[in-house]
């Protein structure tokens, strides 16, 4: 069965995950985690792909992006992906395939949803225990984003630089959404839009990307539809 092409709209923010093949390990030092942001950076830039947010975990990573060409996430990643691997393989004397299957991703609604996948996002290893602040953890957006480190991996989007006029502010109101932890049913929503490909956002705003797209981004009621037993009945 072919596959069916990705719902993506040029400039829409889009969520994305690619994890390991069967969670294999990723990221197994230092020097990983710094080529993947190497090849990260250049191929975003010659993709036309901008990142706002990103962690690399051991086994798999999150991004958050928005294209500014036409089929910019898919090259990007592809790019990306096959470097990475080349790398990995030649590293560690292996073979084969590294990723599970293509990468995940699901267009989000900016205005509503986009700060709080930066906080999904960059609160990753805090979920998995790995620190017990954001801050501590190298291999994300958040020191970019929270501190102000300066780095060319992030392009800052407008509801990032609207917290605030000025960036020491930006970073302090920044700094205070990460006081409290996504909430469950804000999780569970999440994770459920990414890993079936559908939208994050709003009823209107799954209507406008079916719209635009010709494309279902909504989950479907489960079960058999409402009247089968009367028409069963008929048959």
Not at 47 to 55: D, R, Y
Not at 75 to 89: E, I, T
Not at 166 to 181: E, T
Not at 208 to 230: H, I, M
Request: aromatic letters at 10%; hydrophobic letters at 35%; one cysteine or more.
């Amino acid at each position: 069965m072919a596959r069916m092409p990705r719902v993506e709209l040029l400039d829409v923010p889009q969520h994305i995950i690619q994890r390991g093949n069967n969670r294999q390990v990723c990221f197994a030092s230092e020097e990983d985690c710094a080529a993947y942001c190497h090849w990260m950076q250049e191929y975003s830039e010659k993709h036309g792909v901008e990142l706002h947010a990103w962690v690399l975990m051991t086994n798999h990573v999150h991004l958050l992006c928005t294209p500014r060409k036409l089929k910019a996430i898919s090259l990007f990643m592809q790019s990306l992906g096959r470097r990475y691997v080349q790398y990995f393989n030649s590293k560690y004397r292996r073979s084969g395939t590294l990723w599970e299957g293509r990468f995940k991703s699901c267009l989000v609604q900016q205005e509503r949803y986009l700060l709080e996948l930066y906080r999904y996002i960059e609160l990753n290893p805090v979920r998995a225990a790995m620190v017990e602040d954001p801050a501590e953890y190298h291999w994300s957006s958040y020191q970019i984003n929270g501190l102000g480190k300066q780095s060319a991996l992030c392009t800052p989007h407008t509801i990032y630089t609207s917290l605030a006029k000025d960036k020491p502010s930006r970073l302090v109101r920044y700094r205070s959404l990460f006081k409290n932890h996504v909430k469950a049913d804000l999780l569970a929503d999440i994770r459920t839009t990414l890993n079936k490909g559908m939208a994050l956002g709003s009823s209107k705003f799954k209507e406008e990307v079916e719209r635009l797209t010709n494309r279902r981004v909504t989950e479907g009621k489960r079960g058999r539809p409402e009247g089968w037993r009367k028409l069963d009945s008929k048959l």
